[in-house]
């Protein structure tokens, strides 16, 4: 039962969701007791703030209430952001990891930690060992943000900061023929 009303409630919550300006990360409804238990997880480029999940959570509880009847019980509404342990699965999981240090384990091959520059629909650059190279998605087994205490060092920013303008530059010229 829950998964058919999760099905039924997921398209009444992302509208709600990308009107207050907010991607769904994540939707699940689970039982608990009498009540649905119903978690939303909700992302954005610049981040989610407190206020922001505030905003997210009256907007989905008002969505709920007006469409009571697919939900036919009392409910809890859980709206949070994705914890910095999200798998990156999707390509703005790893636009938005941009600058961050990753470690990406390949589904041949040794994992390994890299700093995510340029990302792209079907592939992201990412540093490696003062190296740039490109790790396509397709050929990803899991990737995570991992926790940096101190700030990037300066010359790997430049190297991603560099590879990206030629990137841009590269698609800005191809698309012009």
Known sequence: MPGELASRLQPIVAEAVTAAGFDLDS????????????????????????????????????????????LASAYTLEVTS???????????????????????????????IGRVGHTGEDAARVLEGGKIRDVRYADVAKAVVE???????????????????GMIAAETEKGSK
């Open 27 to 70: 939707f699940e409804v689970q039982q608990a007791g009498r009540r649905q238990l119903v978690k939303v997880v909700v992302d954005s480029d610049d981040g989610v703030g407190l206020d922001e999940v505030a905003e997210v959570s009256r907007k989905v509880a008002a969505a709920l209430d007006e469409n009571e009847h697919v």
């Open 82 to 112: 994705p914890g910095l342990d999200r798998p990156l699965t999707q390509p703005r999981h790893w636009r938005r990891a941009r600058l961050h240090l990753v470690k990406i384990s390949p589904v041949e091959g040794a994992p390994f």
């Open 147 to 165: 926790i940096e205490f101190k700030q990037p060092p300066a010359e790997d920013l430049k190297l991603l900061e560099d590879d990206a303008s």
